[in-house]
């Protein structure tokens, strides 16, 4: 790494996406996860750089074929026809031989003559006039990135040969490879995109990996090698920080370390308010791994697992067993407390692969209950797997963006055909499985009197129901100050599902990242919710919090909040009643 030391101290502010202070020297990546350099290499060594070109040639071979495979199971032909296109690109002789050449006659290092050759095709087929070889591009360039990858020994950043832990900059990371992000090596990340409820940020947040997104153009500002401090609670990132910040950064991670001492205090107390409201306090998770940490953290229960991250960390798409086996070792470790599997959410920023862009508007696009709909074969995999292990625990069942009736009867009636087959075939599943929907799109919300009486419970996902009530992508930068689920038009909504849920005697959960935000619990409390389920390392804030709140209080504060005209007044109110409870979770560095 080449140390690089701008000397004058500058400042950046983005999305403070996941606590903690760090600071050390930058490794900046590109957004396709590979950072290449010129590298000459000597005349002796072309034969060998050349058989290292030809194996990563056929590694991403296979992992293309593998690839296609998987996509044509989960989603289809269509879908998968890209990666088959992939493939062509690895075949093509003049391709391969160019490169061949950059390596053997201009003694580049394989990496480079990748790099360069894929980028002078790439401007070639970009500037034809033929829309079908424009497209083309963009698959020398998928391609390209898959095969420097795997020249460099990994599919995510190559950290391997570090003297020193670093902190991350990327124009972006997708959450998958966020989650395979080696601790030991990464103090933290700083990427020019994302916003607070993107699921980068989200990952972020469960790792307690310190980061700071949305930045803008911090990862063309920044090089390898420069210094850099972030604070990943205020969204703060310093490049080049004197020792006077050092100092001051250094104080403030103290009195959060103290701070977070304080707070295990509470772990085993119930989550009770002063005047004697029981408030559910469950964790979201992401696999079966992370049961311990929702235990170490005092939760009760998981009240949303997203069973997608399954799927985005594995090669294959789990089968049923693997799943079945997945969904057990959650709900037996954690029984008799509820785990609330949500079937897959795929879509939006959670792509099968980071190659497959295809889509203008992901998030209103295939997704979700759209796509387990649309691939019945593979939802019946999910259901019959969950059914099975419901017998293993107290396992609920939910389903993903409903956005009308129809999809509810439709994912029911398929959870009943497997049900039916259980019966028949005398497998072994809970009879009284409570089933569950999400609500995150705003005509959910709105129907929510019609919805309940096919459901046990519903969850309030506020990430997508900011979203898509403000019309405000939920992983944009430049429109993140309006991503407000204390929008009195989101509350309204809330409201509204609230009060259909009792009228029927269901319950409602909020499992968006509204949930875990001190400043906002007064809200979902006052507005009536039961239960409130956010990543394991907020749940000791949560708690402390709920057991300092009187929930008349709240319910007095809602009320007025819902009546306000601006996000910002109705924010005001709730964070002011929350920090006259807790001040110390409010404590702003000086
Ligand atoms: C939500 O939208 O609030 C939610 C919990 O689902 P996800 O973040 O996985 O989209
Ligand atoms: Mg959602």
Same mark, same amino acid.
């Given at each position: 790494m080449r140390p690089h030391e701008p000397s004058v101290e500058r400042v950046s502010r983005g999305v403070a996406a996941s606590g903690g202070v760090v600071h050390g020297r930058v490794f900046r990546i590109g957004s396709g996860m590979v950072d290449v350099r010129p590298r000459s290499i000597a005349e002796r060594e072309t034969g060998e750089e050349l058989e290292r070109f030809h194996r990563a040639i056929t590694e991403t071979r296979h992992q293309v074929l593998e690839i296609h495979q998987r996509v044509l199971l989960a989603m289809g032909a269509t879908e998968a026809a890209i990666f088959e296109a992939h493939g062509l690109v690895l075949e093509d002789p003049a391709l391969v031989g160019e490169i061949s050449r950059a390596i053997r006659e201009g003694l580049n290092g394989a990496e480079y003559a990748v790099q360069t050759v894929c980028s002078r095709f790439c401007a070639a087929l970009e500037a034809a006039d033929d829309p079908y070889l424009r497209e083309r591009a963009a698959d020398v360039q998928d391609v390209s990135h898959r095969v420097i990858r795997n020249l460099l020994g990994e599919m995510g950043p190559n950290l391997a040969n570090l003297a020193e832990p670093v902190v991350l900059v990327a124009p972006d990371l997708p959450p998958s490879a966020t989650a395979l992000l080696d601790r030991s090596k990464v103090l933290g990340f700083a990427t020019d995109r994302g916003g607070l409820t993107g699921h980068t940020a989200i990952v972020a947040r469960k790792l307690r990996i310190p980061a700071v997104v949305g930045l803008g153009d911090v990862s063309r500002e920044l090089q390898t090698g420069d210094h850099v401090l972030i604070d990943g609670h205020e969204g703060v990132l310093v490049l080049s920080p004197t020792d006077a910040t050092l100092f001051r950064y250094g104080q403030i991670r103290e009195r959060r370390e103290a701070l977070e001492v304080r707070l295990q205090a509470v772990r085993d107390l119930p989550a009770v308010t002063l005047?004697?409201?029981?408030?559910?306090?469950?964790?979201?998770?992401?696999?079966?791994?992370?049961?311990?940490?929702?235990?170490?953290?005092?939760?009760?229960?998981?009240?949303?697992?997203?069973?997608?991250?399954?799927?985005?960390?594995?090669?294959?798409?789990?089968?049923?067993?693997?799943?079945?086996?997945?969904?057990?070792?959650?709900?037996?470790?954690?029984?008799?407390?509820?785990?609330?599997? #949500?079937?897959?959410?795929?879509?939006?920023?959670?792509?099968?692969?980071?190659?497959?862009?295809?889509?203008?508007?992901?998030?209103?696009?295939? #997704?979700?209950?759209?796509?387990?709909?649309?691939?019945?074969?593979?939802? #019946?995999?999910?259901?019959?797997?969950?059914?099975?292990?419901?017998?293993?625990?107290?396992?609920?069942?939910?389903?993903?963006?409903?956005?009308?009736?129809?999809?509810?009867?439709?994912?029911?009636?398929?959870?009943?055909?497997?049900?039916?087959?259980?019966?028949?075939?005398?497998?072994? $599943?809970?009879?009284?499985?409570?089933?569950?929907?999400?609500?995150?799109?705003?005509?959910?919300?709105?129907?929510?009197? $019609?919805?309940?009486?096919?459901?046990?419970?519903?969850?309030?996902?506020?990430?997508?129901?900011?979203?898509?009530?403000?019309?405000?992508?939920?992983?944009?930068?430049?429109?993140?100050?309006?991503?407000?689920?204390? $929008?009195?038009?989101?509350?309204?909504?809330?409201?509204?599902?609230?009060?259909?849920? #009792?009228?029927?005697?269901?319950?409602v959960g909020v499992c968006g990242e509204m949930a875990g935000d001190p400043a906002l619990i007064p809200l979902l409390l006052g507005l009536g919710v039961d239960e409130l389920s956010v990543t394991p390392a907020l749940i000791p804030a949560a708690k402390h919090l709920l057991r300092r709140l009187r929930r008349d209080e709240a319910v007095a504060m809602a009320e007025r909040a819902l009546g306000c005209s601006r996000a910002q007044d109705a924010l005001e109110l709730s964070r002011d009643l929350a920090r006259t409870a807790a001040p110390e979770l409010f404590s702003a560095p000086e």
């Open positions: 005047d004697g409201a029981r408030i559910g306090l469950a964790a979201n998770i992401d696999e079966p791994s992370e049961v311990a940490s929702v235990r170490e953290s005092g939760a009760h229960g998981v009240g949303l697992f997203r069973t997608e991250f399954l799927f985005l960390n594995s090669e294959v798409p789990p089968d049923e067993d693997r799943q079945y086996a997945a969904y057990r070792a959650v709900a037996e470790s954690l029984a008799p407390d509820p785990v609330v599997i #949500r079937t897959l959410d795929l879509g939006g920023d959670k792509l099968v692969d980071p190659d497959q862009t295809a889509e203008q508007n992901p998030f209103l696009g295939w #997704r979700a209950i759209r796509i387990s709909l649309a691939r019945p074969e593979m939802f #019946r995999v999910q259901l019959r797997a969950i059914l099975r292990a419901s017998v293993h625990g107290r396992i609920r069942l939910m389903f993903p963006m409903i956005s009308s009736i129809d999809e509810l009867i439709e994912a029911k009636a398929l959870l009943e055909e497997c049900r039916s087959d259980f019966v028949r075939q005398g497998v072994a $599943h809970d009879p009284t499985l409570q089933v569950g929907m999400m609500i995150e799109v705003p005509s959910a919300a709105l129907l929510a009197p $019609h919805l309940a009486p096919h459901v046990d419970f519903f969850s309030l996902g506020t990430n997508d129901l900011t979203q898509y009530t403000l019309a405000v992508d939920r992983l944009n930068p430049k429109v993140a100050t309006l991503h407000n689920p204390a $929008h009195p038009a989101v509350l309204r909504l809330i409201r509204a599902t609230v009060e259909a849920a #009792r009228a029927q005697g269901r319950w």
